[in-house]
Structure formats: structure tokens, C-alpha cells
């Protein structure tokens, strides 16, 4: 109870939580505003308790999670000038689809908390222009479950395990930047002795010893100095290697519906995040490592020469460090704009890329080229913002630092004027002064800048942290054929939206032959997923030879089921290592073997470089049925018992349509074959109508 008052009575920041996909909006506002009334619930959360649509929330939808998760949900329609009746914090709908959370309604504008960008300010005419008049009110209306533990972050787990085979070069590293701070240091201890003994005595001897002396520092720096910065290049190198293989690792144990909520260049604007880390943490993090030992020790130094003069030097590293924090939220959101818009502008390329013969059969360049200009001149000027930011601390640091030289030098003078330090002294105070000075920018800048290093680590923390699929262990009897079982199986992509499988209930047996059939946009391709396991079922099970598919070993998978989907792609390499999936050793007599099958082997023989062929561009240099055939063969080259093809002879002609079609019925194995055309469905032994699943009740079908 107290604990409950308590949080009433706690004032309500709201946290900001970014959402990782686009249809996710709606539910990372829901997540901030949980999070200012206490409930520990992070993106994570939310999308394990309600899996987002592919769609996104409706206004509808987040009120039933509200509700769900205890909190009084109203939703309002009210004009922005009424807007001061509602209580801060609530979600708002602007630009006709897009949630943010309305944090403050001040006289000046309003702030709102935008899941896409970060948080925002507008003027009252903006926010007028592109709210839709949409609120969402939400209040606990009870206890809410506090059993729930925070989510915590592997992703600096994972970053320092990048340095564990690093250790012996890091501590070099470490020493090396001690060493030179020691030479930095008896620099200025030099000079003073050559102002304050030498020039006065005229010792003509100790001059050219100290010439030597610092000659020889000097030396000594560069040496060090060169011998750090090669450890460092290979720090950076190991480190570029570690992370991105550990990330490519942990992306390639995500399940396939993972893939399905990201665009392709989201996933690939993650991966630019790890070069941000390794770029920031060795130039700066670890060079600057013993920069803080470098500020006490000069602190130290300056504070024995004056201490008057000391409070102005210490005060000039304040105001650079209180401008440096002043400036890192700008810079953060303008870091955040710039990921954004950049991955938006390389999406646009690629997508152009990928579409170019559409672009160029339809005349389209110009249209196209107009969009990706646009997304040009937003990333270009995210791009600008952010170096502006840069830029402007980079220019307050020098000023500061040529400021407070010129005002060291002058106040320093005063001082040896009034006889109260010698002029080599003076000098010494000026050059330990500026270490300070820059050691100090240097901490503040780190301090920044790992601010703006947590955006890139939280990018990775929705890779790293993301549920991995659990590999099964469990092994399939030996056999020829594997038997089908298919359980109350109900899948829909979105927790809200309607399923696509509703209660089907069938099975094959092994060494049966069967097609899938139904009107297009069905859900033929998604029950084949889930035959396969690519797609996890909402209810019910999928079961080989009587073992659930989830719990078998996915070695046992990969030797005994292959698959040809629709959208099914060709790697980079010949046509051999592309028919045996590049197996590091693989058997070039089974290769012509399933491809003669496949009815391509012909076709491949009369390329000049035969099965030695590159599959250059990724397939596109082969017509739309040459590449279902490799395909095809490269399934059959695994001796799979059993078999899924997903319209996987829609581009051939009838002759090698049905030449493959006999190909494929003599098999001896289990084989489920989605097609529209008659041809391929005769093949079957079996039909399934799919239309019984979807209307609602569970048949087995009919045999041919
Ligand atoms: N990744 C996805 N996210 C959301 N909805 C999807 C997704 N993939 C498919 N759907 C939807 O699921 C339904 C079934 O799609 P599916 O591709 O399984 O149909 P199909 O019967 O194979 O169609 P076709 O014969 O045209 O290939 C469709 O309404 C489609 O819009």
C-alpha cells in the first residue's frame, strides 16, 4: 500500500523508450508511460506480452492494453487549444498514424516524446498542424504487477567481451599512455630549469645537455607514441572483427519472424552501429583512458605553482565541461535523426537497386530519383546537423583553450612582476596549465560522447538482447519418409489481427505426395512455414514422426527436410558450391546428379564455364525458371525425406514443368507442394483445401 502512495505522489518523468520497428510506436509510448508510473517494463516486454501487428496498434488496441496492464484507459477527441484540460503525461496521435507521448504543455510549445526520433519540441501551429486530435488518457487504476524484474542489457556485457583476448595489448596500451604522460610531464620542469638557471648562469654546458635531454624525450614520445598507435590499429582491428562476427552469431539465432518485422536495411544500419563503438571507444575511450590521471597530476602541478592562478584555469575546464553537457542532448538527438535518416536514404538505394528493371521498364527513373533525392537532402541534412554539433564543441574547446592561455600568460606575468614566481616558472604554470586544460576537455568529451555511444549500444541491444531461438535436441528415427501430424494449428501474424490457420487439424504419410491448395493471399506459403518451423504456431503443434517439430535438433532438420520457397535466393559462387549450399567439401558427381534431376543439367553444360558458372548478382543473371530448377536441385542434393515446395515450378513451361513434376513423383519420399497450376496438382496423391481451415472448422481432405 505504501509503496503504491508512494508512487502517486512521485513525480512523473517520463522515460524515453525508442521503438526498434516501425509498427511499434503505439506500444513504445504505452512502455514510457508504464514505465512514469512505475511499472518495470521496457520494449522487450511489451512485445512478449503483446506482439505487435505488422499492421501497428490501433487507437482501440492500446486502450485494451492498458486495460490489460491495469491502468483507467480513455481515449478522447479534443482540439489542440483544449489540450491544457488533459493531464501530462498521455499519448497522442499525430501525422495521422504516428504515436508520441505528450510529456509538457508549456507556453512556449509543446515537448512530446517521439518513439521514432527521440524527444521533441514543437510550436503550438506545428503541433496544431499534425495532431489528428486523438488522446489517450491512461491512470492506474490499481495495483499493477511489480513482480516483474527491470530488463537489463547484455549489450555491455557483450561489448567488454570484444576485449577479453585483449587483455595483455590493452595493458600495454595502458603503460604506453602512462609512459608519455611521465614525458608530458617533465617537459615543462625542463623549460623552467633552461629559463631560470641556465640563461641567467650562462652554463653553455647544461644548455647542451638539456638540449639533449630534451631531445632526447622527445625522441622517446615518438617513439611510444608510434608503437601505441599500432596497437591500437590492431585493437580496432580485432575488436571490428569480434563484434560484427558476435552480432552476425546472435542475428543468425534469431527466430525467421524477426526478419519478417525488419526491413533489411534496419537490420544492416545495426550492424553500422558497431563500427560507431569501435571507432569511438579506441580513438577516444581507450586513448583517453589515463587522461583523468593526467588531470589530477597537472591539477596537482598548477595547484603548488598558484593556487589563484589554479581557480581560473580550473574554472575555464568547468564552463567547457558544463558547455560540452549543455550541447550532448542536441547532439544525442541529432545522432538518433541522422541513424535514421541515413539508414531511410540507403534503404531507398537499395530498394531502387533491386527494383531497377520495374524502374527501367516503367520509365520511372526520374520519379525514383526525385524519392531518393529527397531522402538525400534529409540524411544529408541530419548529417549536417550532427557535424554542427561537433563542430560547435570543438570550436568552444579551442577558444577556451587559446582564451585561457592568453589569460594564463597575462595573469602570469602579473605574478612574476610582483616577484611572487620566477619567469621559468611562469612558463612552466602556462604548459602544465594547458595540459590540464586539454586533458579536461579531453574527460568531458568522453563523458559526452559516451552518451552518444549509449544510442549505438542501445541499436545493438535490440539484436543482442533480442529471445533466441531454443535449438531442439531431440534426434528423428531413421527412416525413408517422414509422417506429418498437424495439431489445432492456429497462426496469425499479429496478436490483434485475425488468424490465417485457424484450428487446422491433418496429416501426411510418409512418402505421400500432397498439395496444398486455395485462393491466393490464403495462407498456403504461411502454413508451409509453419510445416517447416520457420513460423512459430499461436496454438497447436506440428509434429515429424510424432515429434514436435520445435524439439528436434536442427542438425536433423538441415540433413532431412529441404525446402523451395517462392522467394527463395542464389548466393554469390559457381552453380556447384550454390546446388551443395557450400559445403566445405561437397560431391560433384551428386551435384550433376540432382541437377539432371532438376532437368537444368543440360542447360548448365552449355555455359561456357559449365557448373563452374558464378551466380553473379545474386541469381540475376539466370532466367526466373533456370533459378527454380538450381534451386530445386540444390533441396534434392540432401537426400531430404521430406520435401516443401512453394510454387517452386511457377516459371517453368509446361515441358519442364512436367518433367520435373515426374521427377518429383517417383521420389520416395514425403512431399507437400503448394501450385496453382492443374499440372502440378495432379501430381498429388492428395489435396488439401485450405479454405477448410479458414472457414473455420478442421477437415481432412479429400483424395484426389
Ligand atoms: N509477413 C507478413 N506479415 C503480415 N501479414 C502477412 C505476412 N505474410 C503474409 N501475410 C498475410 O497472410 C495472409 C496469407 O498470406 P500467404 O502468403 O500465406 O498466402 P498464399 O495463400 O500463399 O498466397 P499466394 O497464393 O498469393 O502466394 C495474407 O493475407 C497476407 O497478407
Redesign the pocket.
Known amino acids: 500500500m505504501f509503496k503504491y502512495l508512494l508512487r502517486l505522489f512521485r513525480r512523473r518523468s517520463v522515460p524515453m523508450i525508442l521503438q526498434a520497428e516501425a509498427n511499434e510506436c503505439g506500444i513504445a509510448c504505452l512502455a514510457m508511460i508504464f514505465r512514469a508510473h512505475g511499472v518495470n517494463i521496457g520494449m522487450r516486454g511489451m512485445r512478449d506480452k503483446f506482439p505487435p501487428s505488422?499492421h501497428g496498434a490501433s487507437v482501440r488496441e492500446l486502450m485494451q492494453i492498458g486495460r490489460l496492464m491495469n491502468f483507467r484507459a480513455t481515449a478522447y477527441r479534443i482540439d489542440p487549444e483544449n489540450l491544457g484540460e488533459m493531464l501530462s503525461p498521455c499519448v497522442v496521435l499525430m501525422d495521422v498514424s504516428h504515436f508520441m507521448v505528450l510529456t509538457r504543455l508549456g507556453t512556449d510549445g509543446i515537448n512530446l516524446h517521439d518513439p521514432a526520433e527521440g524527444e521533441v519540441s514543437l510550436g503550438f501551429r506545428e503541433f496544431a498542424n499534425r495532431f489528428t486530435g486523438v488522446v489517450i488518457d491512461l491512470r492506474p487504476s490499481g495495483r499493477f504487477d511489480d513482480a516483474q524484474k527491470p530488463e537489463r542489457s547484455n549489450v555491455f556485457r557483450f561489448l567488454v567481451s570484444g576485449f577479453v583476448s585483449q587483455r595483455l595489448r590493452v595493458s600495454v596500451i595502458l603503460l604506453l599512455a602512462l609512459i608519455l604522460e611521465v614525458l608530458f610531464a617533465v617537459s615543462p620542469l625542463l623549460v623552467q630549469t633552461f629559463t631560470d638557471s641556465v640563461v641567467p648562469s650562462s652554463d653553455y654546458h647544461l644548455a647542451w645537455l638539456l638540449m639533449g635531454g630534451f631531445s632526447l624525450v622527445a625522441l622517446l614520445q615518438l617513439a611510444f607514441g608510434l608503437y601505441r598507435g599500432l596497437l591500437l590499429s590492431r585493437l580496432s582491428e580485432h575488436l571490428f572483427v569480434e563484434w560484427n562476427i558476435r552480432i552476425g552469431e546472435a542475428l543468425m539465432s534469431l527466430p525467421y519472424a524477426f526478419f519478417?518485422r525488419r526491413a533489411a536495411t534496419d537490420v544492416y544500419s545495426r550492424f553500422r552501429s558497431i563500427d560507431n563503438i569501435q571507432r569511438t571507444v579506441t580513438t577516444k575511450f581507450v586513448e583517453s583512458a589515463l587522461d583523468g590521471i593526467g588531470v589530477v597530476f597537472t591539477l596537482t602541478m598548477i595547484v603548488i605553482y598558484s593556487k589563484i592562478l589554479a581557480i581560473f584555469t580550473v574554472l575555464t575546464a568547468i564552463v567547457y565541461a558544463g558547455s560540452r553537457q549543455l550541447t550532448v542532448d542536441r547532439a544525442r538527438k541529432a545522432e538518433r535523426h541522422e541513424i535514421r535518416e541515413t539508414s531511410q536514404q540507403h534503404g531507398r538505394l537499395l530498394e531502387m537497386l533491386n527494383a531497377i528493371h520495374t524502374i527501367k521498364s516503367g520509365g520511372m527513373e526520374a520519379i525514383q530519383l526525385s524519392r531518393y533525392e529527397a531522402r538525400t537532402r534529409a540524411a544529408a541534412h541530419a548529417s549536417a546537423t550532427l557535424q554542427m554539433w561537433t563542430f560547435t564543441s570543438s570550436a568552444i574547446a579551442k577558444f577556451l583553450i587559446q582564451f585561457h592561455t592568453v589569460i594564463a600568460i597575462g595573469l602570469g606575468s602579473i605574478v612574476c612582476m610582483r616577484g611572487q614566481m620566477t619567469f621559468g616558472m611562469v612558463i612552466a604554470y602556462v604548459s602544465y596549465s594547458t595540459q590540464f586544460i586539454d586533458r579536461s576537455t579531453k574527460v568531458s568529451d568522453v563523458v559526452a560522447d559516451s552518451r552518444l555511444v549509449k544510442i549505438h549500444a542501445e541499436r545493438l541491444s535490440d539484436i543482442v538482447d533480442e529471445k533466441k531461438m531454443v535449438p531442439g535436441v531431440v534426434h528423428l528415427p531413421f527412416g525413408d519418409a517422414i509422417g506429418i501430424r498437424v495439431e489445432n494449428l492456429s497462426f496469425g501474424?499479429?496478436n490483434h489481427d485475425d488468424d490465417?490457420i485457424a484450428n487446422a487439424s491433418f496429416s501426411i504419410e510418409p512418402g505421400e505426395c500432397v498439395a496444398i491448395v486455395?485462393r491466393?493471399?490464403?495462407?498456403?506459403?504461411?502454413?508451409m512455414k509453419l510445416m517447416n518451423g520457420l513460423l512459430v504456431p499461436k496454438r497447436g503443434e506440428i509434429l515429424y514422426d510424432g515429434i514436435s517439430v520445435s524439439s528436434i535438433s536442427p542438425v536433423d532438420l538441415h540433413n532431412s527436410v529441404a525446402t523451395v520457397l517462392?522467394d527463395d535466393q542464389l548466393f554469390g559462387g559457381t552453380i556447384f558450391e550454390n546446388i551443395a549450399s557450400f559445403a566445405p567439401q561437397y560431391d560433384r558427381e551428386r551435384v550433376i546428379e540432382v541437377a539432371k534431376r532438376a532437368e537444368i543439367h543440360d542447360e548448365i553444360m552449355q555455359m561456357p564455364m559449365g557448373y563452374e558458372t558464378g551466380v553473379i548478382n545474386m541469381g540475376k543473371s539466370l532466367s526466373g525458371g533456370q533459378k527454380q530448377r538450381i534451386l530445386l536441385a540444390r533441396a534434392l542434393y540432401r537426400r531430404p525425406r521430406l520435401l516443401f515446395l512453394d510454387?517452386a515450378t511457377s516459371h517453368l513451361d509446361s515441358r519442364n514443368e512436367q518433367a520435373i513434376n515426374r521427377a518429383i513423383s517417383a521420389l520416395r519420399i514425403t512431399r507437400v507442394i503448394?501450385a496453382?497450376r492443374a499440372d502440378t496438382i495432379r501430381m498429388a496423391e492428395r489435396v488439401i483445401d485450405?479454405a477448410a481451415f479458414c472457414a473455420g472448422y478442421a477437415s481432412e481432405a479429400s483424395h484426389v
Do not use: D, F, R
Not at 520 to 527: A, D, E, H, Q
Open positions: 505488422p519478417m501474424y499479429g490465417v486455395g491466393s493471399g490464403l495462407g498456403k506459403s504461411t502454413l517462392q510454387e503448394v496453382h485450405l
